[in-house]
């Protein structure tokens, strides 16, 4: 989970680590507790739930109340990748929309036809022949 804590929200990512070093903790008072009856089975207990309310937290209140959030940080990610891949290709990638406008060049296309992509955008192709 570590390795892969970028991937998390950092809320999320936070509340489950604590979850699970409250865990951990409750474990260790189970191991001592000597009757079912001492304070140590009963801190163990109460742990648990502690560590129960952060998984809650975690996932249901926020993976359901801001399920939107996550997926759009996801799509944001991907998007730059995206269009960093597209802008820095070294062949040309030209867009047109249905009325034959310009709605995306990259540099290397601009180069090809000698234009800046300023030039180009919201022109219509028809223009450059």
């Not at 944001?76 to 269009?83: G, V, W």
């Not at 047109?96 to 990259?106: K, S, Y």
């Amino acid at each position: 989970m570590y390795k892969f804590r970028n991937e998390f929200n950092r809320k999320i990512f936070l509340l489950i680590v604590i979850s699970i070093s409250v865990t951990i903790v409750s474990e260790l008072a189970f191991t001592f507790y000597e009757s079912v009856f001492d304070i140590l089975n009963l801190i163990g207990h109460l742990l648990k739930i502690v560590a129960f309310f952060f998984i809650y937290k975690a996932i249901i209140e926020i993976g359901l109340t801001n399920p939107f959030g996550l997926l759009l940080k996801s799509m944001k990610k991907s998007e730059e990748k995206y269009r960093k891949l597209v802008e820095d290709s070294q062949e040309g990638i030209w867009v047109i929309n249905d009325e034959t406008n310009t709605t995306f060049v990259n540099q290397s296309m601009a180069d090809i036809l000698g234009y800046e992509i300023d030039e180009m955008i919201e022109t219509n192709l028809y223009e450059f022949m």
